[in-house]
C-alpha cells in the first residue's frame, strides 16, 4: 500500500511530466502564480495553474485548461461564445449530450461549489420550513410569503425594524452621537420586550433573504457551468478522475468522443490521454 508521501510524489512527478507534454506543444504554463484567484486559468496560449492547490489537483486543473486550449483550437470564437457543442459532439442529439454532460459536471464537481451551495441551501430550506411551523402554531393564518402586520407592527416600534431588511447593521442615535449594533445572531439578547415568535418571524425573513441569495449564486454557477466550454472541460477532466464512471454517466457522449478521439478530431488532446490517462 503507498503512504500518502509515496502518492504526493507520484502526482507531482505527473503533473511535471504533464506540464512539460504541455510546454512542448508551444504553451506557456505558469505553476507559480495564483491563476487570477482561480484554480486555473487559460488564454490564448497560456495557462496558469495555482500554486496554492495540491498536485492531484493541480493535474485535474491542467487537464482542464488544456481541454480548453484544444477547444481553442477547434472554435476560435470559444471565448465571445462560450462554444457550440455541435462543433464537438458533431450528428448527434445535443440535448441528450447537454444532459449526460452535466450529469458528469455534478459528478467532478462533488464537495465543491455546486454540491456545497445545493447542501446550503436545503440546509436553509429546513431551517425556515422550522421557523415557519413554529409561527404557525400560534398564528395559523400566517403565510411566509407574505408580509404580516401582527407582527410587523410590534416591530416597526422598535430598532428591531432594521432587522427585517438587513442581517446586520448599525443604528445611530439622535441625540448621543453614538451608535448601536444591531444583528440577526443577537436579536433575542437585544429585543427581549418582543415575543418568541415575534422574534422568529424576523430571523425567517432574514433566513429567506439567505436563501434567495444561495438561489442565485446556483442560478449563475448552473449557467456557467452548462456553458459548452465548461462542460467539456469537465468531461476529459472526469475521465481522468474515473473513467469508468464517465462511461456509465454520458454513455452516448462518450461513444462520439471515443470516435472522434480516434479521427483526431480533437488534435493533440488525444496525445494526452494516450501517454498520461
Known sequence: MQTSIEND??????????????????ITVNTNTRARGHQGFFLKNRIDISTDITFERKIEVLIHEFTHYIHYKIDASV???????????????????????????????????????????????????????????????????????????????TDAKYLLKYDRVKVKTMFLRNTKLYTISSLDDDFPELDEQTRNYIKLKSKQRTLSRISSRIRRLKKYYKRPAELFARFVEALFIDTAAVASLAPVSYDIFCKELANNRYFELADLINNFF
Do not use: C, W
Not at 503533473?15 to 506543444?25: D, G, K
Open 9 to 26: 510524489l507520484e502526482y507531482k512527478q505527473k503533473f511535471l511530466q504533464m506540464a512539460e507534454f504541455v510546454r512542448n506543444l508551444g
Open 79 to 157: 471565448h465571445k461564445t462560450g462554444g457550440r457543442l455541435e462543433i464537438l459532439f458533431p450528428n448527434s442529439d445535443l440535448k441528450v449530450i447537454e444532459q449526460e454532460l452535466f450529469e458528469v459536471t455534478k459528478f467532478v464537481d462533488k464537495n465543491k461549489s455546486l454540491n456545497i451551495l445545493n447542501s446550503h441551501r436545503n440546509k436553509i430550506l429546513t431551517e425556515i420550513k422550522l421557523l415557519d411551523n413554529k409561527i404557525k402554531s400560534l398564528y395559523p393564518d400566517f403565510k411566509r410569503s407574505s408580509r404580516y402586520s401582527k407582527f410587523e407592527k410590534e416591530i416597526k416600534k
